[in-house]
């Protein structure tokens, strides 16, 4: 909802061409953190980043030794590639980060103050945002009792650690919004995106890649597979992402419905994966229920 549509707004401006390699935009990304040379890392483009085909991994736990912003974006960046770019899908935080960074330096920006003004303000998004106030917190479901990093509950701040060693804004993680304003913007691209996108980018960013071949990945969305967690009603067209603690948004324009999820699966110590069975059964009965009316 954030990383992705900033980058539609920023191509639809003429600011990102998704071919450009990442070097272009973050050049610290040229050299990992081995010491060597690694020529490959010069063909890993935007359109990468956003496919999750850029050869990133999907995780490193980052604040483990960069503890500030800037330490961790360039962590990031630095990050070895473990696959040759554009040969294997693999969801990539990493691959996020950077391009949130890409992102923040194409706009002069950053993600959070460019998507309230641009995205969520226009929308009539009133409590979609990052970093909620103190206030705001009690109202949210926790998600995490910390024993590690951050020894404390973890309610109203972000789940995601490298996201909270950058100061809660993330290109990976940190957006918190009620089921009502995720509703909001699903109703927006069903819509066609006005006043925000324009149809035609929709149209580039949410058609499923064509390589590799077995990817189910577009910019920055994700569609159904045969095994889907979107369960099996979802038109081939529809597109959607998951959140790691236990949120999910599929959108299906052919069918004109989207469906939001959002729970604290992660609570108490993450370790319940019971959100697995529960996504494909939750939104098959929302659609059995529709079909019934």
Known sequence: MATTSMAILLYQRGLLDVEVPVVGIVPEFADDSSGTSDQRRHEVTLRMLLAHTSGLPAHLPLYERARTRDELTRSAAKTP?????????EYSDIGFIVLGEALTRLADEGLDTFCQREIFGPLGMAHTGFNPLAEQRTSIPPTLNDQGFRPRVIQG??????????????????????????????????????????QESLAIFTKRELVPAETTRTLGWDTPSQTSLAGKYFSPGSFGHLGFTGTSLWIDAERQISIT?????????????????????????????????
Do not use: Y
């Not at 590639?81 to 294997?88: D, Q, R, V």
């Not at 804004?169 to 509703?183: Q, Y």
């Open 157 to 198: 701040e972000v789940n995601d650690d490298n996201a909270a060693a950058m100061g809660g804004i993330a290109g990976h993680a940190g957006l918190f919004a009620p089921a009502e304003d995720l509703a909001c913007f699903a109703q927006t691209l069903l819509d066609g995106g006005a006043p925000v996108f324009r």
């Open 81 to 89: 590639l473990t696959k040759p770019p554009g040969t294997e899908v």
């Open 261 to 293: 999820l959002l729970t604290n699966r992660t609570w108490p110590d993450g370790k319940n994966i019971g959100i697995r069975q529960v996504r494909p059964e939750f939104h098959d009965a929302v659609r059995e229920s529709l079909i019934r009316l």
